[in-house]
């Protein structure tokens, strides 16, 4: 049942609104704010909202035209702010809205040097814009929210170039808030200014990828009137989404996807042409030869910018998401602990996917919290709530107060041949074979094979978890072309898994519904499978990059070298009676760049091991 807004009294005595709310304090009969349980109630109606297009114009001109660029803006605002009432405002930015384009892709099969993808810059955007993949609209309208769907810079209806989150981009964010803050400039498409007089000056980012990450970028700069972002499988870091530790990695199932091949498949602004030169200056910074983090990377490093952030961060992280790694999850968090940062932080067991389908109600219901808590300044126990939410298994969730797992402490496993826990002698060597996957590797894991080293502990005798980062050391010779090596964590024992989350039967409403704009979508689930093993997660590094990501130093075939890196930040339970494995490999057939066969490792046991974090 609908709140009466002549309740509001009642309701603002009940929650402790602070002073200074305004929206919430407005005269008996008027519009307002209705507050209850610590959230917003549907008040307003969506049918009625009003919707239009503005255009912001930013400080950067990105497509060298002569003139500042401008970021196209949809609204969508309750009536009622045509008449006073004043709302808090919900940006989510995205390249998406207008389509993509089919662009090459880089080879991972390296003849000599990677080659870059040949590109036709295209002729035409590929369609009409629709801003109906934006869902807040539908749930928070009605509870006293504008709602904002920006095209970011090179795409749909606005000006300039798409950078992949470059600084102009960054810009582009940045200005519709200072925008919403009496701060900056808006022109309807009649080229009359706009202001958003119904702004309360208290703004969120939120969105899922590309649209989680451009609220990090803004947060970042630490712009006035961002009050809070919501970051669903976001990039905190670019280096880390297309490299590792200095080698080219790409994202499970995109093989030669690049920072460049991003730009390019989303440019669908009007006379695209004009971005030509801007986007292929990405390909020398981006540097598929070397791999090296420079500065192109370093811009797009927004968890190293962690300080800055004057905006608390609510994210969410999928243990399945090998598109936007774990690393990302864990670089920002660490960098907002450090910085004390307020921040939520929710994993589950889903891959690149968003939470309202993971959780539903209850993801609604706590962005509900946080954004009243962070926009209207309701007294909630949201932040007295523990910071993170885990998904153990589908459907049961866990809460802790920080992640990774405090009680996890560092164990350290010796190699010898065959056995992980135990510090052997002697040297075990493999030969690298790029056409074969690491599922099909880690297949027979008690029988040898040449292209691949295993070692593993004996039956676990209790279960046994893991939380944080695993960090492999290896003193090995490498002899041949490829530059790599590849460590993999693998549980071993039959068992039922997670095997996919993809649409069930049927769907479920979350929100208000109007012709073209539906709150509505598919149920989602959980599907599961026996297996006889599951890779955990795993980690590479270029052997060139022994001492830094930033430098390449050349190695000698033949000579022992040392070489330590980590593999992805992950939570998981080995269960009593199953084996913890440690796969090594070079090539990691669907992430590393593919060099000809034959590269020869020979690893001396005595100086390689495995560092686990483990809870007692």
């Given at each position: 049942?609908?709140p009466?807004?002549?309740?509001?009294?009642?309701?603002?005595?009940?929650?402790?609104?602070?002073?200074?709310?305004?929206?919430?304090?407005?005269?008996?009969?008027r519009?307002?704010?209705?507050?209850?349980?610590?959230?917003?109630?549907?008040?307003?109606?969506?049918?009625?909202?009003?919707?239009?297009?503005?255009?912001?114009?930013?400080?950067?001109?990105?497509?060298?035209?002569?003139?500042?660029?401008?970021?196209?803006?949809?609204?969508?605002?309750?009536?009622?702010?045509?008449?006073?009432?004043?709302?808090?405002?919900?940006?989510?930015?995205?390249?998406?809205?207008?389509?993509?384009?089919?662009?090459?892709?880089?080879?991972?099969?390296?003849?000599?040097?990677?080659?870059?993808?040949?590109?036709?810059?295209?002729?035409?955007?590929?369609?009409?814009?629709?801003?109906?993949?934006?869902?807040?609209?539908?749930y928070?309208?009605?509870?006293?929210?504008?709602?904002?769907?920006?095209?970011?810079?090179?795409?749909?209806?606005?000006?300039?170039?798409?950078?992949?989150?470059?600084?102009?981009?960054?810009?582009?964010?940045?200005?519709?808030?200072?925008?919403?803050?009496?701060?900056?400039?808006?022109?309807?498409?009649?080229?009359?200014?706009?202001?958003?007089?119904?702004?309360?000056?208290?703004?969120?980012?939120?969105?899922?990828?590309?649209?989680?990450?451009?609220?990090?970028?803004?947060?970042?700069?630490?712009?006035?009137?961002?009050?809070?972002?919501?970051?669903?499988?976001?990039?905190?870091?670019?280096?880390?989404?297309?490299?590792?530790?200095?080698?080219?990695?790409?994202?499970?199932?995109?093989?030669?996807?690049d920072?460049?091949?991003?730009?390019?498949?989303?440019?669908?602004?009007?006379?695209?042409?004009?971005?030509?030169?801007?986007?292929?200056?990405?390909?020398?910074?981006?540097?598929?030869?070397?791999?090296?983090?420079?500065?192109?990377?370093?811009?797009?490093?927004?968890?190293?910018?962690?300080?800055?952030?004057?905006?608390?961060?609510?994210?969410?992280?999928?243990?399945?998401?090998?598109?936007?790694?774990?690393?990302?999850?864990?670089?920002?968090?660490?960098?907002?602990?450090?910085?004390?940062?307020?921040?939520?932080?929710?994993?589950?067991?889903?891959?690149?996917?968003?939470?309202?389908?993971?959780?539903?109600?209850?993801w609604?219901?706590?962005?509900?919290?946080?954004?009243?808590?962070?926009?209207?300044d309701?007294?909630?126990?949201?932040?007295r709530?523990?910071?993170?939410?885990?998904?153990r298994?589908?459907g049961?969730?866990?809460?802790?107060?920080?992640?990774?797992?405090?009680?996890?402490?560092?164990?350290?496993?010796?190699?010898?041949?065959?056995?992980?826990?135990?510090?052997?002698?002697?040297?075990?060597?493999?030969?690298?074979?790029?056409?074969?996957?690491?599922?099909?590797?880690?297949?027979?894991?008690?029988?040898?094979?040449?292209?691949?080293?295993m070692?593993?502990?004996?039956k676990?005798?209790?279960?046994?978890?893991?939380?944080?980062?695993?960090?492999?050391?290896?003193?090995?010779?490498?002899?041949?072309?490829?530059?790599?090596?590849?460590?993999?964590?693998?549980?071993?024992?039959?068992?039922?898994?997670?095997?996919?989350?993809?649409?069930?039967?049927?769907?479920?409403?979350?929100?208000?519904?109007?012709?073209?704009?539906?709150?509505?979508?598919?149920?989602?689930?959980?599907?599961?499978?026996?297996?006889?093993?599951?890779?955990?997660?795993r980690?590479?590094?270029?052997?060139?990059?022994?001492?830094?990501?930033?430098?390449?130093?050349?190695?000698?075939?033949?000579?022992?070298?040392?070489?330590?890196?980590?593999?992805?930040?992950?939570?998981y339970?080995?269960?009593?009676?199953?084996?913890?494995?440690?796969?090594?490999?070079?090539?990691?057939?669907?992430?590393?760049?593919?060099y000809?066969?034959?590269?020869?490792?020979?690893?001396?046991?005595?100086?390689?091991?495995?560092?686990?974090?483990?809870?007692?």
């Amino acid at each position: 049942m609908r709140p009466s807004l002549l309740s509001v009294a009642a309701f603002a005595g009940m929650t402790g609104l602070l002073a200074g709310a305004t929206p919430a304090f407005a005269g008996a009969g008027r519009p307002h704010i209705v507050v209850k349980d610590g959230k917003t109630q549907p008040a307003f109606s969506f049918q009625d909202a009003v919707r239009e297009k503005v255009f912001v114009e930013t400080n950067v001109d990105s497509d060298h035209d002569g003139k500042r660029d401008r970021v196209s803006v949809f609204i969508t605002r309750p009536k009622e702010t045509d008449g006073g009432l004043k709302v808090a405002s919900i940006l989510e930015g995205s390249p998406y809205y207008a389509g993509l384009h089919d662009t090459p892709y880089h080879p991972a099969d390296v003849t000599d040097y990677p080659r870059l993808a040949a590109w036709n810059v295209p002729t035409a955007p590929p369609g009409p814009t629709s801003y109906t993949r934006v869902y807040y609209d539908n749930y928070f309208v009605s509870r006293g929210y504008a709602v904002l769907a920006a095209d970011t810079l090179g795409t749909g209806d606005s000006d300039g170039c798409p950078t992949a989150v470059g600084p102009n981009e960054t810009d582009g964010m940045t200005s519709v808030i200072k925008w919403l803050t009496g701060k900056a400039t808006a022109y309807d498409a009649s080229g009359k200014k706009v202001e958003a007089g119904w702004s309360t000056g208290n703004v969120a980012m939120a969105g899922k990828s590309y649209d989680g990450t451009l609220p990090l970028a803004a947060a970042a700069t630490g712009v006035k009137g961002l009050k809070t972002v919501v970051s669903i499988s976001g990039v905190s870091s670019w280096y880390d989404e297309y490299r590792a530790n200095g080698g080219v990695v790409a994202p499970d199932g995109w093989e030669g996807e690049d920072l460049d091949l991003h730009a390019k498949v989303v440019l669908s602004r009007r006379n695209p042409g004009i971005c030509e030169k801007v986007i292929k200056r990405l390909e020398p910074g981006m540097d598929r030869v070397t791999g090296d983090y420079n500065r192109t990377w370093d811009e797009r490093n927004f968890a190293k910018r962690a300080p800055g952030f004057k905006a608390s961060v609510f994210m969410t992280s999928g243990l399945a998401d090998w598109n936007v790694k774990p690393i990302q999850m864990s670089l920002l968090w660490e960098g907002l602990k450090k910085a004390d940062v307020n921040r939520k932080l929710w994993i589950h067991q889903a891959a690149h996917d968003e939470p309202l389908d993971v959780r539903k109600s209850v993801w609604l219901e706590t962005l509900n919290l946080w954004f009243a808590h962070e926009l209207y300044d309701v007294r909630n126990d949201i932040m007295r709530r523990p910071r993170v939410d885990l998904e153990r298994t589908p459907g049961n969730w866990e809460t802790h107060r920080d992640w990774p797992d405090k009680a996890a402490r560092p164990v350290k496993l010796g190699l010898s041949t065959g056995v992980l826990g135990e510090r052997g002698h002697g040297t075990d060597t493999l030969v690298d074979d790029p056409s074969r996957t690491a599922e099909n590797l880690a297949a027979n894991e008690d029988k040898p094979d040449p292209n691949r080293l295993m070692y593993l502990t004996p039956k676990l005798t209790k279960a046994t978890k893991l939380s944080g980062t695993a960090r492999v050391k290896v003193r090995a010779s490498v002899d041949g072309r490829s530059p790599y090596l590849s460590a993999l964590l693998v549980d071993y024992g039959t068992d039922e898994r997670v095997s996919g989350f993809a649409p069930t039967s049927g769907t479920w409403c979350y929100g208000d519904s109007i012709p073209g704009d539906q709150g509505c979508r598919a149920n989602r689930g959980y599907s599961t499978a026996v297996t006889p093993f599951k890779i955990v997660t795993r980690g590479w590094t270029d052997i060139r990059n022994r001492h830094s990501a930033s430098r390449t130093e050349p190695v000698e075939a033949g000579e022992e070298y040392t070489f330590s890196w980590p593999m992805q930040p992950y939570d998981y339970v080995f269960k009593p009676g199953h084996r913890i494995g440690l796969m090594i490999l070079a090539t990691d057939h669907a992430y590393t760049l593919r060099y000809p066969a034959g590269t020869k490792v020979a690893v001396d046991l005595g100086g390689s091991s495995l560092t686990l974090p483990l809870t007692k």
